[in-house]
C-alpha cells in the first residue's frame, strides 16, 4: 500500500514539475556542492585558486547552472538535458585534474550526473556505458600528468571512480526497472478493477431493480390478498356447519390465498434493506409451544411427530413477533423437508449470556455443498427443486436476518437421508447497543 503511494506519489511529482524545473531540481545538489568547493576550497586546499582547471571547473559549473535556467528545454527532446549531467562529469574531471594529490577526492562527486544519467529515459547500455566511460575519460589527464605514483597505482585509483560510477548506475537502472514494472503492475491491476467495477455496478443496479419490481409488486398484492382472506372468512363463518363441497372449495381458496399472502410478505421481507426488531423480556419456551402449536395440522398431515424439550420459562430479551417468525419459519421447513413422516423436536440450552434453540429433524438432510448454501436468498436444494415440495428459497435467508438483528446467529448441521439440525443463537441481553 504504502509502496504503491510512494510510487503515485513520485509519478505525479514527475509530471507537476515542468521540464526547466525539472533539470534545475536534478541540477542543483550538485550545484551546491560545487558552490561549497568554490567558498570553502581557498581555506581547505590552499592551492586551489591557483589552479587554472580547477576556476574552469567552477565556471563550466556556474555556466550549466545558468543553462538550466535559460534553456527552453520543452522545446528539445527528452534527451536533451542529458547534455547537462554528461558536462558536469567533465567539469568534476577538470575539477580533479587541478586538485593535487593528499587532498579529498572529488571524484565521488559523479555520483549525482550518474544518478541522473540512470535514472533517465536513455537506454540502459548507453547509460551504464556513459557512467563508467566518462568519468574515466575525465580522469585520464589527471592519470597522464601525475608521474610521481606508480603507474598500477595511479591507473586503479583512476578506474575506482568509474567503477563505483558504473556499480551505481547498475543499481539505479535495476531500481528503475523494478520501478517500471511496479508502475504497469498497478495499471494493469488498476484496469482489471475498472472492467470489474463496471460489471459489477451493472450487476448491483439490476439487483437493486430487481429488489424495487418485487418490493412494488409485493406491495400492491397484499391489499387485495389480504380483502380476499377477509371475504373468505367472512363467507366461511356464514356457511359454518353445511357439510358441502363448496365449504370445501372455499377452504381451499382460504389456504392458497393465505399461503400467497405469506409468499408475498416474505418477498416483501426480503426486498427491504434492513429488518426492524423490537425487543423485550419474552419468555422462549412460551414462543416455541405456540410455534409448534400452530405447526399440528401441517405435522399431522405430513405424519410428522412434534416434541419440545424446552423448560419454561426461558426469558430473553427479544422481538416475540420476529422470534415467532424464525421458530415458524425453521419448525415449517423440519416438517415440510421429512416427506416420508418422522418427528421434529424443538429443544434449547443456555450458557454464557447466549440461549441456544435447536430445531432438529429426522427428514431428507442436505448435501455440505447445499448446507453451504442454505442461507442465501432464493436457495433451493437440487433434490428439493426437482421434487414436488414448494417454497420460494426465502424463508432461511429472512431467519438468518432476524437472527443477526438480535446480534446472534444461526447455523445448520445436516446429513442426506439423516436430517437436520438448525440452532439458533441469541444473546439473553438482547441485541447489542450497536444493533
Ligand atoms: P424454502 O423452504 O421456501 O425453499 P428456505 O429458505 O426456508 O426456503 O430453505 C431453503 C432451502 O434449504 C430449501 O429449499 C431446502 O432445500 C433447504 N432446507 C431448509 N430446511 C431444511 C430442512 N430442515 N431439511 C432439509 N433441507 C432444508
Wanted: net charge positive.
Amino acid at each position: 500500500m504504502l509502496r504503491q503511494r510512494l510510487i503515485r506519489g513520485a509519478d505525479r511529482y514527475g509530471k507537476a514539475l515542468g521540464p526547466r524545473a525539472r533539470v534545475l531540481v536534478c541540477q542543483l545538489p550538485l550545484a551546491v556542492m560545487m558552490a561549497g568547493v568554490a567558498l570553502a576550497g581557498p581555506a581547505a586546499w590552499p592551492g586551489l585558486p591557483d589552479s587554472t582547471l580547477c576556476r574552469f571547473a567552477l565556471a563550466l559549473q556556474a555556466a550549466l547552472l545558468a543553462a538550466c535556467v535559460l534553456v527552453p528545454w520543452q522545446r528539445f527532446g527528452p534527451l536533451a538535458p542529458l547534455v547537462i549531467p554528461i558536462l558536469d562529469l567533465v567539469a568534476i574531471g577538470l575539477l580533479r585534474d587541478g586538485t593535487s594529490a593528499g587532498l579529498p577526492d572529488p571524484g565521488v562527486l559523479s555520483v549525482l550526473p550518474v544518478v541522473w544519467i540512470s535514472a533517465s529515459s536513455l537506454s540502459a547500455a548507453a547509460s551504464l556505458s556513459l557512467s563508467f566511460s566518462a568519468p574515466l575519460l575525465a580522469a585520464l589527464p589527471w592519470l597522464l600528468a601525475d608521474r610521481t605514483a606508480p603507474l598500477a597505482a595511479r591507473t586503479a585509483e583512476a578506474v575506482l571512480v568509474p567503477l563505483m560510477m558504473l556499480a551505481v548506475s547498475l543499481a539505479m537502472r535495476s531500481a528503475r526497472a523494478r520501478l517500471r514494472h511496479e508502475q504497469r503492475r498497478i495499471k494493469s491491476k488498476e484496469a482489471e478493477l475498472g472492467v470489474l467495477l463496471a460489471e459489477v455496478t451493472g450487476l448491483v443496479d439490476a439487483l437493486a431493480a430487481k429488489d424495487d419490481v418485487v418490493s412494488t409488486v409485493s406491495h400492491e398484492f397484499r391489499t387485495p390478498l389480504t380483502s380476499i382472506i377477509g371475504n373468505l372468512d367472512l363467507v366461511l363463518a356464514d356457511i359454518e356447519g353445511l357439510d358441502s363441497p363448496v365449504v370445501r372449495r372455499v377452504e381451499v381458496a382460504q389456504r392458497n390465498a393465505e399461503r400467497l399472502l405469506a409468499l408475498v410478505s416474505d418477498l416483501l421481507m426480503s426486498a427491504s434493506a434492513a429488518v426492524h426488531v423490537h425487543p423485550r423480556r419474552t419468555d422462549l419456551a412460551g414462543l416455541v409451544e405456540a410455534s409448534l402449536g400452530s405447526a399440528q395440522a401441517q405435522a399431522q398431515a405430513s405424519r410428522v411427530r412434534l416434541a419440545t424439550d424446552v423448560p419454561g420459562p426461558l426469558w430473553a430479551n427479544v422481538d416475540p413477533l420476529r422470534i415467532s417468525q424464525a421458530l415458524d419459519n425453521l419448525v415449517s421447513n423440519a416438517i415440510k423437508y421429512s416427506p416420508d413422516g418422522g418427528s421434529v423436536r424443538v429443544s434449547a440450552s443456555t450458557a454464557d449470556g447466549l440461549v441456544r434453540l435447536h430445531v432438529e429433524d429426522t427428514g431428507m438432510g442436505m448435501t455440505a455443498a447445499d448446507a453451504g448454501r442454505v442461507f442465501t436468498r432464493f436457495f433451493r436444494s437440487p433434490a428439493v427443486r426437482d421434487g414436488s415440495i414448494p417454497g420460494a428459497g426465502l424463508g432461511l435467508s429472512i431467519t438468518k436476518a432476524i437472527v443477526e438483528r438480535h446480534g446472534g446467529s444461526i447455523s445448520c448441521r445436516t446429513r442426506p437421508g439423516h436430517g437436520s439440525t438448525f440452532t439458533l443463537e441469541l444473546p439473553t441481553d438482547g441485541p447489542p447497543a450497536a444493533f
